[in-house]
């Protein structure tokens, strides 16, 4: 008979790097979207094709560790983040109109796994897509609000990054994920 042998990666450091450029990708979003002064939106469309390679990285480790739900997370934003800094403004907002339907299903089917701040996170990134695409297509009085939305999503991702971090190195919850055993 053939042995069957299946080989992981450590899974928390492939979520954790996702999280962790995603969170980058989507600061830098929110402060181009919040006027505070400063004009980052060509560091949101030299770090978008980097934000790319990163989550599909990141997917083929998911989909390498058997983590369906990973994968249809960092996947289709692997795509979102290589195409949305290339596209105009009307594609742009369909185009987070696609993507924010992907984040409402990831967040319904995260509700499925023991981290309940992931559904939470996901939810959170689905309603700032909406808030976006309609901000895209022609409401220009949302740019605040998309920006305060990707800043909360982009605190919210640095913590749950954090928390998994500190998850692994300690064996314990340090900070709270919200786990259900």
Do not use: R
């Not at 954090?162 to 190195?169: D, Y």
Request: charged share 10%; hydrophobic share 65%.
């Amino acid at each position: 008979m053939a042995e069957e042998s299946n080989v992981h990666l450590k899974v928390a450091m492939a979520d954790v790097m996702g999280i962790l450029v995603i969170s980058m990708f989507t600061f830098a979003v929110a402060c181009a979207l919040i006027p505070i002064g400063t004009d980052v939106i060509n560091l949101v469309v030299a770090i978008g094709p980097i934000v790319s390679v990163l989550c599909i990285v990141t997917a083929f480790i998911m989909f390498w560790n058997e983590n369906l739900l990973g994968t249809a997370i960092f996947g289709p934003l692997a795509v979102f983040f290589m195409t949305i800094v290339a596209v105009g403004a009307d594609a742009a907002g369909m185009l987070c109109v696609v993507i924010g339907i992907i984040a409402l299903i990831d967040t319904f089917l995260s509700m499925y796994q023991p981290v309940k701040m992931l559904p939470i996170l996901l939810g959170v990134a689905a309603i700032a897509f909406f808030v976006t695409a309609a901000f895209y297509m022609g409401n220009p009085d949302l740019d605040v609000v998309a920006g305060a939305l990707w800043m909360i999503y982009s605190l919210i991702s640095f913590y749950m990054a954090a928390a998994i971090v500190l998850l692994v190195m300690k064996g314990k919850q340090v900070l709270p994920l919200m786990i259900k055993s």
